[in-house]
């Protein structure tokens, strides 16, 4: 199934997301992490921004990639956004550190190449 000009626009969204969190921590152990209040506003907004357009991806692309965790990515938003009080750096840094760099693996396939126009 092909992806859709508007679905192919939230996945690269995603990654471009992911990828900014991942170069943001890069380097960083967890006890300058929870140190560096910058930082981890920072990291809370890309993954916001990730959870807000796997929200937006239609559901048919959805159903036809279960293997991308949507429902816990779109859930994790939420938390961010209307639960910040009960945010967990210790769990953030587990979400940036190792589920964020596997979703980009999982993403980046996803995602089509540009039309030829576009690279012109």
Known sequence: MPTSNRDAGFLWDMVNAAKTVCAFTQGVRFPDYEKNRMMQLA???EVEIIGE???NVS???KDAHPEI???G???QRHVLAHE?????L???WLL???HIPELVARLEPLIPPPPPEAEA
């Open 53 to 55: 357009a796997a929200r």
């Open 69 to 71: 965790p949507w429902t």
């Open 96 to 98: 940036v550190t190792k």
């Open 84 to 88: 910040y009080g009960t945010i967990r």
């Open 73 to 75: 990515i779109v859930a």
């Open 90 to 92: 210790d769990k953030m």
């Open 43 to 45: 990291a809370e907004r």
């Open 59 to 61: 559901q048919t692309f």
